[in-house]
């Protein structure tokens, strides 16, 4: 008898691999207004996309496929050891390379080995003194939105996105505001207060800017324009802006170069909850 299908999917840069280990051959809708039988697939843009399996036998599962720009974890399974990234890290080891999910975009790395965050349970720490790792810059142009989620401790900074060669930043200030700044340095601030394990959303739409954080609506509404181009977590380095307790944790940090749709955030904070435990 037919069986309904069981997909699972990978994604490399815009290309979505699936891989079916229930029934048989399936059609899938792959979320974006197409339908086919290929096991691979390519978006147009980037988005968070429902993968739907269908056959015979009826509707099987559904997954997400994930096309950003960057997209880090924090979790020891994507952290090595060394500089060529082939020795995984356990449990309380210092990380020289983090990989993607994704495995077409660039992975964060440190190779100052005393500057190197460590692998723990609930998240990458970072010291209060200079840890930090560097990712190839994404430059948001225009409309974009960044997810990140972990453990912040009252009244500290805490920086999951900075740079290394501009002022670019968003971070959670000291001051218990979360700060939006773009190249040329100009900054939109939205308080927040947050502490323990929260996640963040933050885009900006048509220069607009809108935060949304756990238990709390999306605020904002004020402009910034400008390009912000990110390419650091832990540490902003023209400010010397760093990590501001060791107690803190970093998790899912992700960005994406338009303005997700409604729809596409609801499937992105039910990813995040599974994964994380946590979301916007």
């Not at 607009?208 to 999306?218: F, I, N, Q």
């Not at 944790?249 to 955030?265: H, I, K, P, Q, T």
């Amino acid at each position: 008898p037919t069986t309904v299908p069981n997909i699972s999917v990978a994604v490399n840069g815009n290309i979505a691999t699936i891989t079916n280990t229930g029934g048989q051959d399936a059609t899938f809708d792959y979320g974006d207004g197409t339908t086919g039988t290929s096991l691979t697939h390519g978006y147009a843009t980037q988005g968070v996309y429902a993968v739907t399996s269908s056959n015979a036998a009826g509707d099987g599962n559904t997954v997400t496929a994930i096309v950003s720009s960057f997209w880090a974890t924090g979790r020891t399974a994507y952290c090595y050891t060394d500089t060529g990234g082939t020795v995984p890290a356990s449990t309380g080891d210092a990380v020289a390379v983090e990989k993607s999910p994704n495995s077409g975009l660039a992975s964060l790395t440190q190779t100052d080995p005393t500057k190197r965050p460590l692998t723990q349970t609930g998240g990458l720490q970072f010291d209060t003194v200079d840890d930090f790792q560097l990712f190839t810059g994404v430059a948001l142009t225009g409309d974009f939105t960044a997810y990140f989620t972990g453990t912040l401790v009252a009244s500290t900074t805490y920086v999951p996105f900075g740079s290394s060669a501009t002022d670019a930043t968003l971070l959670r200030f000291g001051d218990d505001r979360l700060y939006l700044v773009n190249n040329a340095g100009a900054a939109q601030t939205v308080t927040n207060n947050a502490a323990g394990l929260k996640g963040f959303r933050i885009r900006r739409s048509s220069g607009t800017v809108y935060v949304k954080t756990t238990g709390v609506a999306e605020t904002g509404g004020a402009a910034l324009t400008g390009t912000v181009t990110l390419g650091t977590t832990g540490r902003r380095i023209l400010s010397g802006q760093q990590n501001g307790s060791a107690s803190q944790r970093y998790l899912s940090r992700l960005l994406f170069n338009r303005d997700l749709s409604a729809g596409e955030r609801t499937l992105m904070d039910s990813y995040l909850l599974a994964v994380d435990g946590v979301a916007p």
